[in-house]
């Protein structure tokens, strides 16, 4: 049996613990072994209790899920850098394998991690950090290694897909649609990672690292948002047979990597330009593969917790196999 330590039950918490009851039995005999939430960091009780989880497997003391010799795998869901980070070390530290959904801190702070999970001798697994649901990390790992990656442009953000969808459909202003966006739940109360590019940076700065096999952090990345785009943008770029869409891309030309997020025009025949309203899509080409897409939901409860249980499950089968650390960091060169 495997035993997780999960820490933070909130929106994506709740659906690792739902996923693992609802699909439990068929996740048993996919991954070889059964797994099993022991302990749950979660200062509301009540939310806990309300997904069916008894009193004795929540806490508020991280040594708790620390110093507990049974938990065999961390699942941190808390967001932010800390306290994150240093929950993520000492459970490297203790033997734990670790699996995040945490964008911000491995843009950041990855490279301190991933070395901290080589020391350790633990796996560290991450897909549900970029794109949600949509499976683009392991693929750019094991699918794709063969390939020299050439370029990876993405539609990474929902919440600015939707209102430039919104905008290109109904020809409505952007301070209305965002407005709208945050009725629906598309956007937060504070749009401005979101609307400004940044929470794209994040994720795109992940997606080149792995991609070009050099560190890229978001300091690294040109970034730009949506907040100018005005409907006569639009209408000019429809009139020229473009639609409007913020894009994440990496390049890498002679050596040297390019990252930006920015505004671009795409044109009506490419597909990423049927990516509409708050899916995700990442278009990548690679020398052997030539242009693929992923394509799918990039956020959202489920959708995320279903990267994140699939990690959880690949974990579950190293450790079976007595094996561990066998896709680590593959940022082994130094690009400019």
């Not at 918490?13 to 439990?24: A, C, I, M």
């Not at 929950?87 to 301190?112: P, S, Y």
């Not at 109904?170 to 401005?192: H, I, M, S």
Request: proline share 3%; with cysteine; charged share 20%.
């Amino acid at each position: 049996m495997v035993r997780v330590g999960l820490l933070g039950c909130g929106t994506v918490g709740s659906g690792v613990v739902k996923l693992l009851r609802q699909n439990g039995h068929i996740i048993a005999q996919k991954t070889g072994t059964e797994i099993l939430i022991q302990r749950v960091l979660e200062r509301d009780i009540k939310k806990c209790l309300a997904l069916g989880l008894g009193e004795e497997v929540i806490t508020q003391n991280i040594e708790d899920i620390i110093n507990d010799e049974s938990i065999d795998i961390v699942v941190e869901l808390m967001g932010g850098i800390e306290p994150a980070f240093s929950f993520i070390i000492q459970a490297m530290n203790k033997g734990k394998h670790v699996v995040t959904a945490n964008k911000d801190l491995i843009a950041i702070r990855g490279k301190e991690i991933f070395s901290a999970a080589q020391e350790c001798g633990v796996d560290f697994y991450f897909e549900a950090s970029v794109a949600g649901g949509i499976p683009v990390i392991y693929p750019l790992k094991q699918s794709l290694a063969g390939n020299q990656i050439q370029e990876v442009i993405g539609i990474l953000n929902g919440t600015t897909n939707y209102i430039l969808t919104k905008m290109s459909k109904e020809g409505k202003k952007f301070d209305e649609v965002l407005r709208e966006a945050q009725e629906l739940g598309y956007a937060e109360a504070d749009p401005t990672a979101d609307v400004c590019g940044l929470d794209a940076a994040r994720k795109i700065a992940i997606l080149s690292s792995i991609a070009f096999n050099s560190r890229v952090t978001l300091d690294d990345v040109y970034v730009e948002g949506i907040t100018s785009i005005s409907p006569r943008d639009i209408q000019y770029g429809q009139e020229l047979g473009y639609v409007i869409k913020l894009l994440a891309i990496a390049k890498e030309e002679e050596g040297k990597i390019q990252v930006r997020v920015h505004p671009a025009f795409v044109p009506f025949n490419h597909p990423l330009a049927f990516v509409n309203d708050v899916f995700n899509a990442v278009f990548i080409i690679g020398d052997a593969v030539g242009e693929i897409m992923h394509y799918g939901k990039g956020a959202g409860q489920m959708p995320t917790a279903s990267a994140v249980v699939g990690d959880i499950m690949e974990i579950g089968r190293n450790m079976l196999h007595h094996t561990s650390g066998r896709i680590g960091c593959t940022c082994f060169s130094e690009k400019e």
